[in-house]
């Protein structure tokens, strides 16, 4: 009884399904919907359908023959099974109101027929809601997929999907024919809510392609665009194209806020998903407007395929992009690419993304904007508003891959913000990245920084990052970096003959092998407003061009932060107005050949030259430079350096033997450290600044006294004067003395010339003051002056001058001098306000006739002070982080903003913690180790809110 009772219940189940599906099919035909198909060739209006009449609003056609529309038509589905429609000139309007997504599908099969979509001038296929497919499964079919929408050069025709997809399914079987879908002449497709898709599925050992263009006046809308390539094999070699012809136009809208990309999807074969922006030789533009991002992902797997993603604008153009530009390359095949071809015209986007993972030797991610032969005549503009990021990693062995970057032939690539290069890469690992800028005036411009960053994690095997800029091409940038974490790769920059490589930044390497090729041709320009260095590491140099503005002159620091003690620079050197900061440690060498220009400019430190040549626009705070002629071996090498100050704090006591009087204030060293084989007679010039500086007063004095003075070590020698002496004519205009003895004619040791040379004078009253000595010292935050004078003639008074950056003086107070003394007299001032965190003092000694006379300058480090009011703890720094006590009573009043900055030497900010109240104790300060790694020695500055600075100077660990 009980199976029955199920078994009724089960049939009572079956009766009421039923029911309901035919009440169904009862509305689909209350609804009017009927399914019409073609029965035989002809016009939409002959009776060529299986039912009586025509399709019409409500119905399903199926077209299985050849059919003409004749005049406009309004259906709810259409279906073209391998046969044409031809709309012509009139309107066909598909509502879709069923439950299929699909509105109108194409589907094209296995036979011997063409299976085509015509629209003619004036012509209108409107699809309200639904998707537009086309499906071809080739397999004998001779036919094509071809022209959806065609005309004449007239009013053209249109496509429009209010609400739904283009999408174009294209599967290979044997067949080797290639495929177009054409929207030609002024012709429209508009899908403003929905995308166009190329799904293309190639077949093993078949070539054939698939291309949609967008033809001469065309335009293409759509919300997004999508090419999907996928081949079967390395024998599958078709490709799918989305192609742009003259004057055409594609606008990818966003749809809502959403939407509005270009993705390129590559994952096998020898074809290609590819954009075709324009064809090689075309004068008349193609536009691109995308609200969104291009993308291209390319993830082969064949084994020796060469295919991938590619986009490629080759026409004159522009092509606008509202996101990013994001190139995902993970091949794993022989010689597969992720291809950016940018070969004319403009392309604008926010920022560059490349991201490559090749794992195998020809595998490639190239980027190329402008064309790589000069004889298309061709260039290009590629601007990326923000950043440009590229990253190289992998995880498996035996890689060679390469990854570039191309600007060529007088392109341009403009980059808003930085360009970055991380290579993080497996062990024994051989990958390079090339950044290449050929052709006459190719200009790159990065607006802020570059940073190359390149680990292995300890591979054996030397991997490369390289930046080529040749032929009169040129990089702008602000910071240029190399950081090269493990020592087996490397980095190389080559600036070949006529290249400009302009920094407002710095120039660094970590170590590296051979980092910098630069021909004599070349120029280094450092264009910066606040100080810059270069480093050592780099080895070598063209040109080098100082333009560098910080401050009231330029300053640029040469730093030698990994002990490699030598820059040459192999061309000429030119300092606009700028010092360039030398250490002691590194050897500056200028060629033979190279000329040095300067313009109120010096090198602060030592200085090498090479051949001939003989100006050394040397400097020690203020330039005091030196000629030596009489060089005749291009193979000659002098080293000289100027200091100011007393050379007896140095070398002591030195007999003057028949010299009247040796300067106190300024001296040179001269050492010749190569020898070209002859010994030649040279004579040397020294120059002066500033007659006040140097204390070679103005009249009363005659400068036909001065002589120039040498020692190696044993009495001062005179090597006198010759008649080309001059006197200084007023501030800034150099006056010199030159030896009219040869070094050959003294008694100085040449050629293993180490010599000390100084102004010296056979009238004592030419450099009439003799200082004793002058020191300052700090005391409850306070300067303590003190000066003493071996012996006094006329003196009327001393005039005591400050200054905060050694430069620019001013008058703080006066002390009575003694008038006239043989016996050593002292002085004393105290300055109750000197200024952090350095301070610069002289002494002006004024003659009763108004001749005057100036002490060395020395420099009081207010930081030193033995009762601190700013300290760290711990110092040096070992960790991350720092304590810091502030004497609030001093510096900051308890409740007022201030600003804590750590600061490298190059003048970067590299920590900042800024506080609305001060309050006493402790204080914290966080380190970022990346930024603080290499510092060698960072100051801290405290910032008040009235703007005063005090300083203190941290050491690493």
Not at 320 to 348: C, M, Y
Not at 645 to 669: C, H, P, Q
Request: glycine share 10%; hydrophobic share 35%; with cysteine.
């Amino acid at each position: 009884m009980q199976i029955k009772q199920d078994l009724d219940m089960k049939a009572k189940a079956i009766f009421w399904c039923l029911l309901l599906v035919l009440l169904f099919l009862s509305s689909l035909e209350s609804a009017g919907q009927t399914t019409f198909r073609t029965t035989s060739s002809g016009n939409w209006n002959d009776p060529i359908w299986d039912q009586p009449g025509s399709p019409s609003a409500t119905d399903y056609a199926v077209i299985e023959h050849d059919v003409t529309l004749t005049q406009n038509e309004t259906i709810d589905r259409l279906t073209i099974e391998k046969n044409d429609l031809n709309i012509g000139s009139h309107t066909l309007t598909v509502t879709k109101t069923g439950a299929t997504s699909i509105a109108v599908h194409m589907n094209c099969t296995t036979d011997n027929t063409s299976c085509f979509l015509i629209i003619q001038d004036g012509g209108s296929l409107q699809i309200n809601q639904g998707d537009l497919v086309f499906t071809k499964n080739i397999s004998t079919l001779s036919g094509e997929i071809q022209r959806i929408l065609m005309s004449g050069n007239y009013s053209g025709a249109n496509l429009t999907i209010s609400n739904g997809n283009l999408i174009i399914n294209y599967i290979q079987a044997d067949d080797e024919r290639n495929d177009e879908v054409r929207v030609q002449d002024m012709s429209t497709v508009n899908i403003p809510k929905g995308s166009l898709e190329l799904n293309y599925q190639g077949s093993s050992g078949v070539i054939r392609n698939l291309t949609f263009v967008v033809d001469n006046s065309a335009t293409l809308t759509a919300k997004n665009i999508v090419i999907n390539q996928q081949g079967v094999d390395n024998t599958s070699t078709g490709s799918a194209t989305l192609e742009t012809r003259a004057n055409s136009t594609v606008n990818i809208v966003q749809d809502m806020g959403s939407g509005g990309n270009l993705q390129l999807n590559y994952v096998g074969g020898n074809g290609n998903a590819q954009i075709n922006n324009g064809r090689q030789g075309e004068t008349d533009a193609s536009n691109w407007n995308i609200d969104g991002s291009i993308e291209l992902i390319s993830t082969g797997t064949g084994n020796s395929a060469s295919g991938g993603v590619r986009y490629r604008q080759s026409s004159l153009g522009n092509a606008i992009v509202d996101g990013d530009i994001i190139i995902t390359h993970t091949n794993k095949s022989n010689s597969e690419k992720a291809k950016f071809d940018l070969q004319n015209g403009t392309l604008e986007a926010q920022n560059m993304t490349i991201i490559s993972q090749n794992d195998n030797s020809s595998s490639r991610t190239i980027v190329k904007v402008g064309s790589i032969l000069q004889s298309q005549n061709t260039s290009a503009s590629l601007t990326i508003n923000n950043n440009i990021t590229t990253t190289m990693f992998d995880n498996l062995t035996n890689d060679a891959g390469t990854d570039s970057l191309w600007v060529l032939n007088g392109s341009d690539l403009t980059v808003g913000g930085n360009f970055n290069l991380t290579m993080n890469q497996a062990d024994d690992l051989s990958e390079d990245f090339i950044f290449h800028i050929t052709g006459s005036s190719s200009i790159v411009s990065v607006q802020q920084n570059i940073m190359f960053d390149v680990n292995d994690n300890g591979g054996t095997t030397g991997n490369k990052t390289k930046i080529q800029i040749d032929n009169g091409s040129q990089l702008v940038s602000n910071d240029l970096t190399f950081e090269i974490i493990d020592l087996q790769r490397y980095c190389l920059l080559t600036l070949g003959n006529g290249s400009l490589l302009a920094l407002s930044g710095n120039f660094s390497f970590t170590p590296g092998v051979d980092p910098l090729t630069a021909f004599p041709a070349s120029t280094l320009e450092l264009t910066g407003t606040a100080q810059q260095s270069i480093d050592a590491e780099i080895g070598s140099l063209g040109n080098l061009t100082l333009n560098n503005t910080f401050n009231t002159t330029g300053e640029v620091t040469v730093t030698d932060l990994n002990g490699v003690g030598s820059l040459d620079i192999d061309g000429d050197l030119t300092l606009n107005n700028c010092v360039l900061f030398n250490q002691a440690s590194v050897d500056l060498t200028v060629a033979s050949g190279g000329t040095i220009t300067t313009t109120n400019g010096f090198i602060n430190g030592p200085l090498i030259r090479r051949g001939t040549a003989g100006y050394f626009p040397v400097g020690d705070g203020r330039r005091g430079a030196v000629t030596i002629s009489g060089l005749g071996q291009s193979t000659d090498e002098f080293k000289v350096q100027h200091f100011v100050g007393d050379y007896r704090d140095v070398f002591g006591s030195i007999d003057l033997n028949t010299i009247a009087k040796v300067s106190t204030l300024e001296y040179w060293l001269i050492q010749e450290i190569a020898n070209g084989g002859s010994d030649e007679n040279i004579q040397v010039t020294l120059h002066w600044t500033d007659d006040a500086v140097s204390q070679i007063g103005s009249q009363p004095y005659s400068h036909s006294d001065l002589l120039v003075a040498a020692t190696g070590g044993g009495p001062w020698v005179d090597l006198q004067n010759s008649l080309s002496d001059q006197a200084m004519e007023g501030s800034g205009i150099d006056g010199y003395v030159t030896s009219n003895l040869t070094l050959n004619q003294s008694a100085i040791a040449h050629p293993s010339l180490n010599t000390l040379f100084s102004l010296g004078s056979s009238d004592p009253t030419v450099l009439p003051v003799e200082w004793l000595s002058f020191q300052a010292n700090e005391k409850d935050g306070k300067a303590h002056l003190k000066w003493s004078t071996a012996t006094e003639l006329n003196n009327d008074y001393f005039q005591i001058e400050r200054s905060s950056n050694g430069i620019e003086f001013e008058t703080i107070g006066q002390v009575d001098g003694a008038g006239n003394s043989s016996a050593a007299l002292h002085y004393e001032y105290v300055d109750h306000n000197p200024t952090y965190p350095y301070c610069f003092y002289r002494i002006k000694q004024v003659d009763f006739d108004g001749g005057f006379d100036y002490s060395s300058i020395v420099r009081l480090d207010l930081n030193n002070a033995s009762e601190k009011k700013l300290s760290v703890y711990p110092n040096p720094v070992e960790s991350d982080e720092v304590y810091i006590n502030i004497d609030f009573q001093k510096l900051v009043n308890p409740g007022d903003p201030y600003t804590l900055e750590l600061v490298d030497l190059s003048g970067q900010v590299i920590a900042r913690l800024e506080s609305e109240n001060a309050t006493p104790g402790l204080l914290r300060l966080p380190l970022d180790s990346e930024r603080t790694k290499g510092a060698s020695i960072v100051l801290l500055n405290l910032i008040t809110k009235d703007g005063e600075i005090y300083s203190e100077k941290i050491s690493f660990r």
